[in-house]
């Protein structure tokens, strides 16, 4: 079964708002990864996280691996129309990798 | 070149039919990797290849047979598929297994099984 889950499912925000998703796995992870994927399109790789308590910052986004390699967030500041799409964390355990859950974006103009 | 391409990008069969997906990378990646994808699902891990080798199945069935003729082509061939097999499948590469790294995703192939 799915052993990376993602919070909220869905979540619609006006323009401009932040918005985090949360990332949660049963199993420690030897690396994190998260990936944007817009409506009808493929995944596209944003950053891994690999060490404890990594805080990693690309412009508006944050991304945070926690302290016992279980658990994530990306925070997105100040949200735009571009940020639209379902962002999913994928975490590694030995040799299993799985995709989280994923978090549906919508930003309203 | 950073890209990953997939072939077709639309595929309808019937489920007697027997058809292969095809994926191409050139980036020099010696990891690649099917995934199947249902709607608003997250994608789910179907075989990994490192150096040309089957290094993972993730249990998948047999009426799904993948090939790896070289480091930079990967095939997925199919036979007496199900209606419930209806998915896009998704072929990605990384510059190395185990660790998984940095995956590049092709936009993948939308299947249809009636």
């Known amino acids: 079964g799915q052993q990376v889950m993602q919070i909220p499912q869905y979540q619609h925000v006006q323009e401009g708002e932040d918005f985090t998703t949360y990332c949660n796995s049963s199993?420690?992870?030897?690396?994190i990864q998260w990936y944007k994927q817009r409506p009808g399109g493929h995944p596209v790789f944003l950053i891994q996280?690999?060490?404890?308590?990594e805080v990693k910052k690309q412009k508006r986004l944050t991304f945070q691996f926690g302290e016992a390699k279980k658990n994530s967030s990306l925070h997105i500041t100040a949200t735009q129309t571009t940020d639209v799409g379902t962002y999913f964390c994928?975490?590694?355990?030995?040799?299993?990798?799985?995709f989280g859950t994923g978090t549906s974006l919508t930003v309203i103009p | 070149d950073t890209e990953v391409t997939q072939t077709p990008k639309h595929l309808v069969m019937g489920m007697t039919n027997k058809k292969s997906l095809k994926c191409e990378q050139h980036?020099?990646?010696?990891?690649m990797y099917w995934y199947k994808q249902k709607a608003k699902k997250p994608p789910e891990l179907m075989f990994v290849?490192?150096?040309?080798?089957?290094?993972i199945n993730e249990s998948v069935p047999s009426r799904f047979s993948p090939e790896c003729p070289n480091s930079s082509l990967l095939n997925l061939h199919l036979h007496a598929l199900q209606p419930e097999d209806s998915a896009l499948y998704l072929c990605?590469?990384?510059?190395?297994?185990?660790?998984?790294?940095?995956?590049?995703f092709g936009p993948g192939t939308r299947l249809t099984v009636l």
């Open positions: 990605a590469s990384s510059r190395r297994d185990p660790s998984y790294n940095e995956q590049f």
């Open positions: 199993t420690t992870l030897s690396n």
């Open positions: 996280l690999v060490k404890s308590g």
């Open positions: 994928a975490g590694q355990a030995g040799n299993q990798f799985y």
């Open positions: 980036m020099g990646h010696r990891a």
């Open positions: 290849y490192s150096y040309e080798k089957l290094s």
